[in-house]
Nanobody, 126 residues
């Protein structure tokens, strides 16, 4: 019943920035914890950033700490992933996800997520 749609991906040069957006319909996204995942061809889906339902707690995978920032704007029903200092290694499909239950305040493993967007492609050239 929750539909998630990502946008903001594209082609950038190394050192550049992108801001990904995750928008929801069917439910108010502010009621859910949200995570951003990435999946390279032949690899398992990996959690790169997560934000709690309240917005006060965040998680980052080690390789993106200091470069990526996850945030949310409840008024716009949107969660963002600000990506700075992009590297060619960041080239991958990025998807946002939400737990199925609004009772899940913070989700840090893939199995806790039940709603998934279609993904947006990020390509970083060097």
């Amino acid at each position: 019943q929750v539909q998630l749609v990502e946008s903001g991906g594209g082609l950038v040069q190394a050192g550049g920035s992108l801001r990904l957006s995750c928008a929801a319909s069917g439910r108010t996204l502010s009621s859910y914890a949200v995570g951003w995942f990435r999946q390279a061809p032949g690899k398992e889906r990996e959690l790169v950033a997560a934000i709690s339902r309240s917005g006060f707690s965040t998680y980052y995978e080690d390789s993106v700490k200091g470069r990526f920032t996850i945030s949310r704007d409840s008024a716009k029903n949107t969660v963002y992933l600000q990506m700075n200092s992009l590297e060619p290694e960041d080239t991958v499909l990025y998807s946002c996800a939400a737990p199925r239950s609004t009772a899940t305040a913070f989700a840090l493993i893939r199995e806790d997520y039940g709603y998934w967007g279609q993904g947006t492609q990020v390509t970083v050239s060097a």
